[in-house]
């Protein structure tokens, strides 16, 4: 996280001492070979994000972080990344390995609030991504004439080729549009398919879904969307070719750049998945270990394809020699896989969800995303709370709420925070019970946007809120938007995705505006590479109900909604979101993090609608997250006081305390024209301007 560091130097900071035994943390909590699936993505998650927390050349304040860190801003220059890092040893003694961890446990301990990263401020172009240098292959699209959806295509090629272990050209994604002249916006949905021969019990053995199958392998790949995609979204909206768009991608993955501590961690976490398939092997290890933090990582198989793609179109992934490739390797290794897959898929081009919240209108990413859904329900039932009298305004008992350390009533202004905590944890609540139900592909089943959002609806979810006490998630089902019951879910069952995906955000000096979020769903997707291709492929099957009736890895029963069908979309919570007051975008912004999307998204435009912040210290804010099952509430460090937290667990909560989350990005226009673009200092992004 950006921490005064010079902006001369372009490596990312790995100074810490404890940084460098991230291999041995990994070693010795023997994540390369864990057997539960489950532990091996949660590990995952949080060592890029302990990782991306190390990488701060100097420590936290405490409570006066945030003022302490006031964000820089500068016109039209890239965020500052820091030192030259230092690589991490090969080799660890179990000593220091041990002193690690330790260390690495009392440095995030005593980090308290996370300061604004640093942003870019500027009247023209703009791009803001989660890894510097593909922010900079957007500008030279900006600074080339090119517009917004040409930079933001440049940037996605860009992320596939510098975050290998989040998303590729193996994958795909969700983005809005908003075309400024028209004044519309175009949802493109590229996000992969099931393959035709995939049925709903493919992956149960034995009666039993097998997360290895539906994780790791060639039959865990769905059939890849970006770029068919990206290709037709920059014919209908770009004015550059595709051989210029993919240019800067195929620079960096031909020259090469510094590996991350991020990329570093997330080699080591899917070590053993990346040694069991050649390819895999032979790309993203080194004599069959990970890259040392800081040495150059060259993809040459990957820069070659790139360039045929700029060169033969998008067909190349079809009936090209790509495709061929991987359908060939997906049926020597059992997979699903088709050339006719490949060829029938197609982009989806519609109309955004759309919804209003305090003055703004709010487009967002329809099914078969539920983020957008649950984010207007989530923002509807806040607003509408303003007239509800017996909610925000009736005080809880005072033998309830009550400071830890002292006896007698809580104070007016702690008890004004713990209801509106309470309030969003209980909203959150309810939102989630009915995504678990619901949600699916619109072309598959009947998913009831209008009723979940309907103010009759909200009301009556709104009623079920008790402001004494938290709803046990055992009590709390599925409503009846418009009288459609939904199924009964098994106390176990919750949403499922993974955390690993990235987000960036575009706009240009005419004021269109692109915000794109691709993935290949867990860490290095299915760790498969196809032969002489350097295209890793996703594991987005997974993101399917694995089996009707059976739990998964995750101990997850998925609804018969999200079953999978041959041609059908996985079930997400990328949620893309554009804000607009008078017919022009004020706000785009969205985030990585399965789920937790949606209020990492939802708590970004709390911050800067309704308490006024400014997008870096929106963005920078302690999150909470509550997605019904389980019954408890993840937050960050310092997300709450240890009075209010006290207040909020004798009301029920239960809270889990959980490593920062989210990287998201944005850019805000303010009433003058000033374009603002922010990273979020949880991870390593940064932002470009004309």
């Known amino acids: 996280m950006p921490n005064g560091r010079s902006p001369k130097s372009a490596a990312r900071p790995f100074t810490r001492p404890e940084i460098a035994s991230a291999w041995g943390i990994a070693s010795a909590w023997g994540i390369a070979s864990a057997r539960s699936v489950a532990l091996q993505m949660r590990v995952t998650a949080w060592l890029l994000m302990v990782t991306a927390g190390l990488c701060a050349d100097a420590g936290f304040a405490a409570s006066s972080a945030w003022a302490q860190h006031p964000p820089p801003e500068r016109a039209g220059q890239s965020s500052p ?40 401020r500027g009247r023209a172009g703009m791009v803001v ?50 075309d400024a002249q028209r004044a519309v916006t175009t949802v493109v949905d590229f996000r992969e398919v099931a393959p035709r021969k995939a049925r709903p019990d493919t992956f149960v053995v034995n009666g039993q879904a097998d997360p290895k199958l539906s994780t790791r392998g060639y039959k865990a790949v769905a059939v890849p969307g970006m770029v068919p995609g990206l290709a037709k979204a920059l014919r ?31 080699m080591h976490a899917r070590l053993k998945d990346l040694r069991a398939d050649a390819e895999a092997k032979r790309v993203f290890l080194k004599e069959g270990e990970p890259y040392p933090v800081g040495e150059r990582f060259r993809q040459p198989d ?58 703004y209108t709010v487009q967002t990413m329809p099914p078969p995303s539920s983020g957008g859904t649950l984010l207007l329900q989530m923002l509807g039932l806040y607003e509408m709370n303003e007239d509800q009298a017996h909610l925000g305004v009736k005080a809880a008992s005072p033998t309830i709420v009550r400071p830890p350390s002292k006896v007698g009533e809580a104070s007016p202004a702690l008890l004004k925070q713990a209801n509106d905590a309470h309030l969003w944890i209980e909203i959150m609540r309810r939102a989630f019970a009915d995504r678990a139900v619901f949600f699916g592909d619109p072309a598959f089943v009947d998913v009831p946007v209008d009723g979940l959002l309907d103010p009759a609806y909200l009301k009556t979810r709104l009623a079920t809120i008790d402001m004494d006490r938290a709803s046990p998630s055992s009590q709390i089902v599925s409503g009846e938007p418009k009288g459609l019951k939904g199924p009964t879910m098994r106390r176990t069952e919750r949403p ?96 990585p993090g399965g789920p937790t999307i949606i209020t990492t998204v939802l708590q970004i435009i709390h911050g800067v609608v309704d308490l006024k912040l400014d997008l870096a210290h929106a963005i920078a804010r302690p999150r909470m997250h509550m997605q019904w099952l389980p019954d408890r509430v993840r937050i960050e460090e310092d997300a709450l006081s240890d009075e209010l937290r006290a207040t909020l667990e004798a009301r029920g909560h239960i809270f889990e305390v959980s490593r920062p989350w989210g990287n998201a990005t944005a850019i805000q226009v303010l009433t003058d024209g000033t374009r603002i673009g922010a990273a979020d200092p949880r991870g390593g992004g940064g932002g470009e301007a004309e």
């Open 81 to 120: 990344v820091g030192r030259e890092p230092r690589a991490p040893p090969h080799a660890e003694t179990r000593s220091s390995v041990r002193s690690g961890i330790d260390a690495t446990h009392r440095r995030l301990d005593a980090r308290a609030l996370l300061p604004p990263a640093p942003v870019v």
């Open 129 to 178: 991504s989660a890894h510097p240098a593909a922010s900079k292959a957007g500008l030279q699209m900006l600074e080339a004439g090119g517009n917004a959806m040409d930079a933001a295509v440049a940037t996605a090629f860009a992320l596939s080729v510098v975050e290998p272990f989040s998303s590729g050209v193996g994958g795909g994604g969700f983005l809005l549009y908003y």
């Open 236 to 266: 209908r909206f770009g004015t550059k070719r595709l051989r210029d768009v993919v240019r800067p991608a195929v620079e960096l993955a031909d020259k090469g750049f510094p590996v991350s501590p991020q990329l570093f961690v997330a």
């Open 302 to 359: 990957l820069a070659r394809t790139l360039r045929a793609l700029g060169q033969l179109g998008p067909d190349l992934f079809t009936t090209g020699a790509v495709g061929r490739a991987m359908v060939a390797a997906s049926k020597a290794q059992g997979g699903l896989l088709t050339i006719e897959d490949l060829k029938r898929f197609e982009p989806r081009f519609g109309e955004p969800l759309v919804g209003e919240y305090r003055g």
């Open 496 to 591: 499922k995705e993974s955390s690993d995906t990235t987000h960036l955000v575009a706009i240009d000096r005419r004021g269109n505006v692109v915000t794109l979020t691709q993935t290949i769903n867990t860490v290095f997707g299915a760790s498969v590479v196809a032969p002489e291709t350097g295209v890793l492929l996703n594991n987005e099957m997974d993101d399917f109900s694995a089996a009707p009736g059976a739990p998964n890895a995750f101990g997850l029963v998925g609804a018969k909604a999200n079953e999978i069908q041959p041609g059908k979309v996985p079930l997400s919570s990328m949620t893309p979101t554009l804000l607009l007051k008078d017919g022009r975008v004020r706000l785009a912004l969205g985030a």
